[in-house]
Nanobody, 129 residues
Framework: HVQLVESGGDSLQADGSLTLSCTTS????????LAWWRQTPGKEREGVAA????????NYVDSVKGRFGIKRDDVNRILYLQMTNLKPEDSAMYYC??????????????????????WGQGTQVTVSD
C-alpha cells in the first residue's frame, strides 16, 4: 500500500530557498518512479521534476532547470525537492507522485498526470516579491 506525505511548504520572499520532503511508504527503490508536480488554482497540474528507477534518470521541466534539484533517499524512503532562486511564479501546491517503474517512461511521462498512480495531499509554497 503506497502512501506519500509531503511537508516543508512555506511562504517566503523571492530569491529564497526551500526544501520539500515527501515521506513514502510502500515504495521500493527500483519498483517505483517518483516525481514532484505542482498546481495553482484554475491551472492543470504541472510536472516539475522526476527521478526514474529503471534505468536511472532525472528530468526537470525547463522552467526549473538550474534552480531545483530532486533527490531520492532510498534508505530512509524520502523524496526531496531542493528549490533555490525561487520566483513568484513558483507559487503553487506541490505534490509528490509515484508510478510503477516497469511501465517505462516516454516524452510525456512528466507532462501527463494520468500516468502517475499515487499522489500525496500536497504542501503549499508561496513566493512573494
Amino acid at each position: 500500500h503506497v502512501q506519500l506525505v509531503e511537508s516543508g511548504g512555506d511562504s517566503l520572499q523571492a530569491d529564497g530557498s526551500l526544501t520539500l520532503s515527501c515521506t513514502t511508504s510502500g515504495v521500493t527503490p527500483v519498483g517505483y518512479d517518483l516525481a514532484w508536480w505542482r498546481q495553482t488554482p484554475g491551472k492543470e497540474r504541472e510536472g516539475v521534476a522526476a527521478t526514474f528507477a529503471r534505468p536511472p534518470a532525472i528530468n526537470y521541466v525547463d522552467s526549473v532547470k538550474g534552480r531545483f534539484g530532486i533527490k531520492r533517499d532510498d534508505v530512509n524512503r524520502i523524496l526531496y525537492l531542493q528549490m533555490t532562486n525561487l520566483k513568484p511564479e513558483d507559487s503553487a501546491m506541490y505534490y509528490c507522485a509515484a508510478r510503477f517503474s516497469w511501465l517505462g517512461r516516454g516524452p510525456d511521462t512528466l507532462r501527463d498526470a494520468t500516468l502517475w498512480d499515487y499522489w500525496g495531499q500536497g504542501t503549499q509554497v508561496t513566493v512573494s516579491d
